[in-house]
């Protein structure tokens, strides 16, 4: 079994520089995590608020976190302070949301739409024309504490290499137009896509940074 810095080591030749490597710890112990650090790894992602909250205090100042997950609005108060980027914003509620907890630190916080583009059942996600919509509404103009930078996507969990490349090519297709909207809170320069499954294939599609857990970590705990 390889280990951790091989993996890592491994993944980093196969991206060539053409993304950012996000590490996801999800589930993950401490000393796994350092192990990444020490093997090069600056950008860490959780799924859940807790675990990152909890996880934090516990490793390097170094590390930009990224919430990958599901967000709710009550959680956001608890990742203000420290995190990166949240690449799950799915409402302008909850962008409204991170705003309000963002201006209270002081912090101007990134994120990014959240894009359905599975062909499967999934809870969370902005169909391309709301996106559209979002991104030209009113409202987004007082939020002087978030910044939209790009999106994020799921591909559909198939063997279908090609279904996948269309879902990732349609992702990028939104991702181009959208990034012609001059406001002053947005400005792309992001585009999240692609796993332990499919991140060649989305590097491939133009993605600039992928999500990669089992690869490095090997199977969840």
Known sequence: MKSVRENIAQIEQKIGGKATLIAVTKTKPVPLLLEA?????RDFGENRVQEMAEKQPQLPAGIR???IGHLQTNKVKYIAPFVALIHSVDSLSLLTEINK?????????DCLLQIFIAEEETKFGLSPDEAR???QRQELEALANVRLVGLMGLATNTDNEAQVRQEFRG????YDELSLIKRANVAFSQLSMGMSGDYELAIAE???MVRVGSAIFGSRL
């Open 206 to 208: 133009g993605s600039t």
């Open 133 to 135: 919509v979002l991104i």
């Open 101 to 109: 907890q963002a201006a209270k630190h002081g912090r101007v916080i």
């Open 65 to 67: 976190w990224h919430q």
């Open 171 to 174: 992702l990028k297709q939104l």
């Open 37 to 41: 650090y020490d093997a090069g790894c």
